[in-house]
């Protein structure tokens, strides 16, 4: 199954839009880690950056949902080999109380990656894409104020969609990243009042 | 509390078939029907000292670019010791190819090439034990005895 980025952009923004007019209390993230790479494809890489920008909004007691939209920064030491992933996704997490000021944040995402691997010193190009799926734990400090901060580890599980023009094995088809980083949540001005979550 | 118990089993679900897809086997290559890249070679010729694979001492095609073909001192050094690397350059990963005959022809062949000149190449698929950190590992390098079977493809 192909999907295009642009459908899959749109669908992401049509959903951000869509609850953004909830009136349901809800924030935004920002976070900005390092990665790492595991056997497959990638295992030579360098991990470089990862970001994300995501919306959340709270559907129960502790419980979110929400969109998010990553990229992903990979290059290959001394090469020009460099791959860019595009990684949007859904998003539902969960917030457990850990004292007074911090909240422990398990997540789990499911999403559709877009990955762009070129060499432009042999004029390679090439857009791989696959389903993406992505467990991650925030500990996320409440400051009580507009923003929250956040520490993050996350790991991003792609299957890539079978294209024998890239490779004949599971095993190049499977990316495994991990990137751990900090984040803030930029909370709506009328919830930034002190939580009950 | 309730739905904290629900998202754990979801998360833990997940998690499993995560692993689970990780781990399926990788299917068999038939490695004289199509060239393939310097990767899928590397990676399927690869394995356990203890095992014998099918791949062992066959006839294989593979593609890539020739690494260092540039740089005229370690062409020489190659020439010297009857081998070059070819290299997928999405990866890194490169394979040794070692020539036991027609040598000047290949290299010939390898001196009037670009860099940027993809090769496929016709050799045999031959075992070779390495022994790491992590134990005994068996890889491959590739044989190739005629520049008959080296072709190049301008990019």
């Known amino acids: ?197 | 509390m309730r739905n904290l118990k629900n998202i754990s089993k979801v998360f833990l679900f997940l998690l499993v078939l995560t692993a689970l897809s990780c781990n399926k086997n990788e299917e068999t290559l038939i490695l004289d029907s199509v060239y393939f890249n310097v990767s899928d070679l590397s990676q399927y010729c690869s394995g356990s000292c203890d095992e014998i694979y099918d791949w062992e001492n066959k006839p294989a095609l593979v593609k890539g670019y020739v690494k260092g073909v540039e740089n005229d001192s370690l062409m020489q050094e190659f020439y010297s010791k009857s081998l070059f690397y070819l290299e997928d350059i999405r990866t890194g990963v490169f394979i040794e190819i070692r020539i036991t005959d027609d040598k000047d022809a290949i290299f010939g062949k390898l001196y009037s090439i670009q860099k940027t000149d993809m090769i496929y190449m016709k050799g045999v698929a031959t075992p070779v034990i390495s022994d790491g950190e992590g134990g005994c590992i068996k890889g491959m390098f590739l044989l190739i005895d005629s520049a008959g079977s080296i072709s190049v493809e301008g990019s």
């Open chain 1, 1 to 197: 199954m192909l999907l295009s980025p642009r459908k899959i952009a749109l669908s992401v923004f049509l959903l951000l839009a869509f609850t953004g007019l909830s009136q349901r209390k809800s924030n935004w993230t920002v976070d900005i880690g390092k990665t790492q790479t595991y056997p497959g494809f990638f295992y030579l890489y360098d991990g470089s950056v990862d970001l994300s920008v995501g919306y959340h909004l709270n559907i129960a007691d502790n419980l979110f949902v929400g969109g998010a939209f990553g990229l992903q920064f990979l290059g290959l030491n001394g090469t020009q080999s460099k791959t860019v992933i595009y990684k949007p996704k859904l998003i539902l997490e969960y917030h457990i109380r850990s004292g007074k000021s911090f909240n422990i944040v398990p997540l789990i995402a499911v999403g559709y990656s877009f990955l762009k691997i070129k060499n432009n010193e042999y004029g390679y190009s090439s857009l791989q894409q696959g389903f993406n799926i992505s467990p991650e734990l925030k500990l996320l400090w409440k400051t009580g104020l507009q923003t929250d901060f956040y520490l993050f580890g996350r790991y991003d599980y792609v299957k890539l969609i079978k294209d024998e023009d890239f490779t004949f094995l599971n095993y190049y088809r499977n990316a495994n990243i991990t990137s751990f980083g900090i984040g803030v949540v930029i909370k709506r001005k009328k919830h930034a009042q002190p939580e009950k979550y």
